[in-house]
């Protein structure tokens, strides 16, 4: 059972458009990240943060936008939707301490832009 | 560097035969290595964890792994599938920065 929620679960939305895609948990964890996966495919990290006011590029190239103003909140932001946008986006954190700790996903945005 | 393949895109098995998803991975320190199932418009659940503890690792719903070093191999099995085992396995590596290496995934299909 997921801690962590993401919403809307599907949007479809035109082009051009300002979207922002909510992620929450309720574990206090500090560590949260946003993945990017298409059908098929592996996860790609596009933004993550060690908590408030910390937020980092992941590997993959986004024209998205991320804040971290509440430990239980990483909303992510596209400016202006394009079709190359198209895909589904997991949120995640992770759990504290020394070592490396499994990461908790919520249920995901499916985005399609028109 | 960190790298993750999972050796089978699809594997089907008939529901009460025994499961293996196939992961190697490669990693320049200590990894952490770990299994998530991925069910149609779900996120990805925690099946089990590797952490330098026991070699072999007990997951939830009946599932296993054994993080074999020499063979830089963490396989996925299970005695006997069901049907609701049907879904997206993928394997990951850390070892110990923020990224977390996705293997490309293992769509198992459980037959009748």
């Known amino acids: 059972e997921a801690d962590i929620y993401q919403t809307p679960r599907y949007l479809v939305i035109g082009t051009g458009k300002k979207i922002t895609l909510e992620c929450s948990q309720t574990?206090?964890?500090?560590?949260m990240y946003w993945y990017q996966q298409d059908p098929g495919m592996e996860l790609h990290l596009i933004h993550y943060s060690y908590g408030v006011n910390s937020t980092e590029k992941g590997d993959l190239s986004s024209e998205s936008t991320v804040s971290r103003i509440r430990t239980e909140h990483f909303p992510l932001t596209l400016e202006s939707a394009r079709p190359s946008h198209t895909s589904q986006y997991l949120c995640?954190?992770?759990?504290?301490?020394?070592?490396?700790?499994?990461?908790?996903f919520g249920d995901g945005t499916r985005l399609s832009i028109l | 560097a960190q790298s993750v393949t999972q050796l089978d895109s699809h594997v089907s098995v008939s529901e009460g035969t025994p499961v293996l998803l196939r992961c190697n991975y490669s990693?320049?320190?200590?990894?952490?290595l770990f299994w998530y199932v991925q069910h149609p418009n779900k996120g990805l659940q925690l099946l089990l964890k590797y952490t330098s503890a026991a070699t072999l690792v007990k997951g939830i719903n009946g599932f296993e792994a054994e993080f074999k070093k020499s063979e830089t191999s963490f396989h996925l099995t299970k005695p006997s599938a069901h049907m609701s085992d049907a879904a997206e396995y993928f394997c990951?590596?850390?070892?110990?920065?923020?990224?977390?290496?996705f293997g490309t995934g293992t769509r198992l299909k459980v037959l009748a």
């Open positions: 574990m206090g964890h500090d560590k």
């Open positions: 995640a954190s992770s759990e504290p301490g020394q070592g490396y700790q499994p990461q908790h």
């Open positions: 990951v590596v850390n070892s110990g920065t923020y990224k977390y290496i």
């Open positions: 990693s320049s320190y200590s990894p952490s």
